[in-house]
């Protein structure tokens, strides 16, 4: 996940450009936080739909007990707009982990095109065999 930081010239903490309370708020009521509770493919894509309508979309990763922060997540996340998302040991269904992701991969491609996808993490999960589909 992301790290907050300040603005230059700015006392107040920010996360994307948006005040920290806000960010923090709109972080911990979307998707990732409501995905372990979905049984049903199109109920995560319409989370990710609704993150990235939010401003917050993530990208959605399992780990292990402890956290995996790449050098350059906080690159990434500032760049394209999207916060990695990492769950334990256990998460969601990989299905619905993977809807959710296909969902944000379509928007980073919309608005991004293909530059992306040299940038960010492979361990992402549904990234590898979202491509091969394309």
Known sequence: MTTFGQTPGDNNQTVLGKPEEQAVKQRHNAGPSSLTFVSDESKARQLAESDIKNGTPFLLLMGGIA????????????????????????????????????????????????????????????????????
């Open 67 to 134: 956290p995996v922060m790449v050098e350059t997540d906080p690159e990434f996340e500032k760049k394209y707009g999207i916060f990695f998302y990492e769950y334990g040991c256990t998460g969601p269904d990989d299905k619905m982990l993977t809807a959710y992701n296909e969902t944000v991969f379509d928007f980073l491609t919309d608005t991004f095109g293909k530059k992306w996808m040299r940038e960010v993490r492979d361990d992402v999960i549904g990234l590898k065999a979202w491509k091969r589909k394309r």
